[in-house]
C-alpha cells in the first residue's frame, strides 16, 4: 500500500506543481479578456472599476505568466535618443548662459537632430566657431566644482562622463519601466552614440508605451509663493517692455496678437476671453478706479491697444487677488498694473497653453532678465482647470515656487497606485526613505497652512495645503485622470528619474514576423506530427505505447510550467524545441521498450524483464540528453534571442524527459500491472510474461 502511494504521488506531485505555476497563466489570459472588453467599451468607470479590483491581480498575474516572443504575438519596435543637447545645456550655469550660449546650443541642435552625429564634439566645433570670437570659454558657462582644476579640457572630460553616464542610466531606467510594467524578454540595445533600440513582445498600446518610455520623471517638491513678489515682477516687465509713447504703442499692438485668460471655474468666472474685447474692458475698468488713466483721453478705440502695448506681459495671465473671503481681477478691479500700488498677500494665476509659452519666453529674453526674482520659478498646472473640449487652448493655473526643491524624487521608494477615499478619484501614494521622511517632516511641520507644489516634470499635479506635520514620510500625487494614468505614473516613479530627456524617434508596431497564416499552418504541422507519434506509439508497443504517451504529455505540460517559472517567453523556436523534445522522450520509451522484448525473448518473465529493460537502456539514454544538453548550454550563453528560446525549452526538456520518461513511465506500469503479470509491449502472442 505504501508503494502504491508513493508511484501516486510521484505522477501526481508534478501535476499539481505545474498547475499551481500555469495558474497564473490562465488567471492572465482570464483578466486580460475582462480588461480588453471595458477598454472595448471606452467606459471610464467601467475601467476604473476593473483596475481598482483587479489592477494588481492582473499586473502579478501577468508577470508570473508564460509569454509570447514577438515573433508569435507581435509587439512594438522603439528607437529612442537620448536629448544630449538638453544635458549640456542644463549643465551650464544658469546665471550665465546669455544669447551667445543659446545660439550655440540652437546650431548644435539643428545640426544633429536628424542625425547620429556626436553631439559633443558637434557643441564644441559650434562654441569654437560662435563663442570664442566673443572671448567666452567653457569655464565662461561651466563649473566642475573644484576651482583649483577646473580648466576647458576638465569640462570637456566631465561633459564626455557625464554623457556616457546618460545614457547608460537610460538604458537601465527604460529596463526597469517595461519589467515593472509587466512587459518580459524585451530585447535593449545600444544604437550608435545615443541612441536605444527596444523590442517589446505583445505591446500594442502606443500611447501607453509612448508616456512611459519618454516620461524624464523628475520628481519634486517645492514650496508655492504666490505672493506680492511674483506680481510686482509682472509690473516691472510690463514698464521695461512699455513703448515710449501712445503712438509708438498703438502701432506696436497693431502687429500682435496677445492672448489673455478668463477666470477659471473655480474662482466662478464663465469663459476664456481674447485680445480688444478683454482689453476694452480692462481699459474702461482702469478709468472707472483710476481718475489719472493716462488712456482717458485718447479714443475708445485707441484705450485697450494702448493698454495692451504697455502691459505685454501681465496681459497673458488672469491675475486675481484673495480680498478677504473672495478674489478680485487685479487688472480690472484692482488696478495693479496700472497704479504699481500692489499689496501683499495671495493671488492665483492662470493662462492658456499659448499664453504661459509666450510669458516664459519673453521673460527669458535678455531684455528681462533678472525681473522675475532669482529664488523663484513659474509652472504650470498639468490638467486643464476648465473643461475646454471645443476649445483647441484650454486654460491652465499657473503657479509660482521657489527654484529649489525641497524634496526630489530621490527619497521616493514605493509609489502605489489608489484610490483617494473622500472622492474615489485615482491617486499615487508614495512612501519616502528614511532621510526623506526626516526632510519632509520638517518641511510640512514648518509650513503649515501653506501649498507645496507637487511637480513632475516642471508640471504641476497638485499643491495641497499642509494640514500638519507629516512625520511618516508619506505623500500623495493626484490630478490623474483614470486609473491607468496612476499605474503609469506609479511605474515610473518606482523606476527613476532620467538624467537627461528622452525622446522617440521611429515607433511602429508589428505584427507576429511570419504572418499568422504561417503560425497557424506551424502549429497544425506540429500538431500533426505529435498525433502520428501517438499513433504508432500506440499501434506499435500497444499498452507500453499508451504508457509513453501519457508521459509524454506530462513532459510537455512540466515544460512549459518550467517556463513560467524561470519567466521565460514561448516564441516559435521554442515551440521547435519542444516538438524535438517529444520525439527525444519518446525514443527513450523506445529504448526502453526494446530492451523489456529482447528480455522477454530470451526468457525471461514480466516483471524482470521491466526491471532490466529500464536498468539496462538507463546509460543510454543518459549519454545522448547529456551530449544534446551540453549543445544546449552553447547556444543558450552564445546565442541571442530566438536562438536562446530554443535552447532553454531544449534543457527544461531534457531535464522533464529524464524524469518522465525513466520515472513516471515506471511508476504508471507498476500501477497498471494486471494481477497475471501480463503487459503489453507489442511483443509476439507466443512470449509469455
Request: hydrophobic residues 45%; charged residues 25%.
Amino acid at each position: 500500500m505504501k508503494q502504491t502511494w508513493s508511484r501516486y504521488l510521484i505522477i501526481f506531485a508534478p501535476l499539481v506543481i505545474a498547475g499551481i505555476l500555469l495558474w497564473p497563466t490562465f488567471r492572465s489570459y482570464q483578466l486580460g479578456k475582462e480588461k480588453a472588453a471595458a477598454e472595448a467599451s471606452k467606459d471610464t468607470v467601467r475601467i476604473n472599476n476593473f483596475m481598482r479590483d483587479n489592477g494588481e491581480s492582473y499586473r502579478n498575474a501577468k508577470n508570473s505568466s508564460v509569454k509570447l516572443g514577438l515573433d508569435l504575438q507581435g509587439g512594438m519596435y522603439v528607437m529612442l535618443e537620448v536629448d544630449i543637447v538638453k544635458l549640456i545645456e542644463e549643465s551650464a550655469l544658469r546665471e550665465s548662459v546669455d544669447e551667445t550660449f543659446a545660439e550655440v546650443i540652437a546650431k548644435t541642435k539643428s545640426e544633429t537632430e536628424s542625425s547620429d552625429d556626436n553631439v559633443l564634439e558637434a557643441f564644441l566645433r559650434n562654441f569654437k566657431a560662435i563663442a570664442e570670437p566673443k572671448g567666452r570659454s567653457l569655464i565662461s558657462y561651466f563649473d566642475i566644482g573644484d576651482s583649483k582644476e577646473i580648466s576647458d579640457a576638465s569640462i570637456i572630460d566631465k561633459l564626455k562622463r557625464d554623457i556616457d553616464d546618460a545614457v547608460n542610466q537610460a538604458m537601465e531606467v527604460m529596463r526597469q519601466r517595461v519589467d515593472k510594467f509587466g512587459v518580459s524578454e524585451v530585447s535593449i540595445q545600444k544604437q550608435g552614440a545615443r541612441r536605444i533600440v527596444l523590442e517589446l513582445p505583445g505591446v500594442s498600446n502606443e500611447k501607453e508605451m509612448r508616456d512611459l518610455l519618454s516620461g524624464t520623471a523628475r520628481l519634486e517638491f517645492k514650496l508655492v509663493r504666490n505672493n506680492q513678489d511674483i506680481v510686482k515682477a509682472l509690473y516691472a516687465a510690463d514698464k521695461a517692455l512699455a513703448p515710449k509713447n501712445v503712438a509708438e504703442a498703438i502701432k506696436d499692438t497693431a502687429k500682435t496678437d496677445t492672448t489673455v485668460v478668463a477666470k477659471s471655474d473655480s474662482t466662478k468666472s464663465d469663459s476664456t476671453k481674447t485680445d480688444s474685447t478683454k482689453a476694452d474692458s480692462t481699459a474702461k475698468a482702469q478709468a472707472a478706479a483710476d481718475t489719472t488713466n493716462p488712456y482717458a483721453k485718447l479714443p475708445k478705440d485707441q484705450q485697450a491697444k494702448a493698454y495692451m502695448a504697455d502691459h505685454k506681459v501681465s496681459t497673458l495671465l488672469q491675475v486675481l487677488f484673495k480680498n478677504g473671503n473672495q478674489y478680485i481681477d487685479a487688472a480690472t478691479q484692482g488696478g495693479f498694473f496700472m497704479t504699481g500700488n500692489i499689496p501683499d498677500g495671495d493671488y492665483l494665476f492662470f493662462t492658456t497653453r499659448s499664453g504661459f509659452d509666450k510669458l516664459m519666453q519673453l521673460l527669458s529674453t535678455d531684455r528681462l532678465k533678472g525681473v522675475m526674482p532669482a529664488d523663484l520659478q513659474l509652472v504650470r498646472s498639468a490638467k486643464p482647470e476648465i473643461s475646454t473640449e471645443k476649445s483647441m487652448d484650454p486654460t491652465y493655473q499657473v503657479y509660482c515656487v521657489k527654484r529649489e526643491a525641497e524634496l526630489t524624487g530621490d527619497a521616493i521608494t514605493d509609489a502605489i497606485p489608489t484610490f483617494d477615499p473622500m472622492d474615489n478619484r485615482p491617486v499615487v501614494s508614495m512612501q519616502m526613505d528614511v532621510d526623506g521622511a526626516e526632510r519632509w517632516a520638517a518641511v510640512t511641520g514648518a509650513n503649515i497652512k501653506k501649498q507645496i507644489a507637487i511637480i513632475l516634470d516642471d508640471q504641476v499635479y497638485s499643491a495641497p495645503v499642509v494640514q500638519s506635520k507629516i512625520p511618516n514620510g508619506s505623500s500623495q500625487i493626484s490630478g490623474m485622470a483614470d486609473a491607468k494614468e496612476a499605474n503609469l505614473l506609479s511605474v515610473i516613479l518606482k523606476a527613476g528619474a532620467l538624467k537627461a530627456p528622452v525622446k522617440i524617434i521611429e515607433e511602429r508596431v508589428v505584427g507576429p514576423s511570419l504572418g499568422e497564416d504561417n503560425i497557424q499552418s506551424g502549429i497544425n504541422a506540429s500538431l500533426f506530427a505529435v498525433l502520428l507519434v501517438i499513433a504508432f506509439m500506440v499501434l506499435y508497443y500497444r499498452t507500453g505505447g499508451m504508457i509513453a504517451n501519457l508521459a509524454v504529455i506530462i513532459n510537455v505540460i512540466l515544460i512549459i510550467a518550467g517556463l513560467a517559472a524561470l519567466s521565460g517567453t514561448l516564441t516559435l523556436p521554442g515551440i521547435g524545441g519542444i516538438i524535438l523534445t517529444i520525439g527525444m522522450a519518446v525514443d527513450a520509451n523506445i529504448l526502453i521498450f526494446e530492451r523489456i522484448r529482447e528480455e522477454l525473448r530470451r526468457g525471461r518473465g514480466m516483471r524482470s524483464a521491466i526491471d532490466e529493460g529500464f536498468s539496462k537502456a538507463l546509460s543510454a539514454i543518459v549519454d545522448s540528453n547529456i551530449t544534446t544538453a551540453l549543445t544546449g548550454i552553447i547556444l543558450y550563453f552564445l546565442g541571442t534571442g530566438p536562438i536562446q528560446g530554443f535552447a532553454l525549452t531544449l534543457l527544461l526538456g531534457i531535464a522533464t524527459t529524464m524524469f518522465t520518461a525513466i520515472i513516471v513511465s515506471r511508476a504508471m506500469m507498476e500501477l497498471t500491472m494486471p494481477e497475471n503479470g501480463n503487459y503489453n509491449f507489442g511483443q509476439p502472442k507466443d512470449i509469455n510474461a
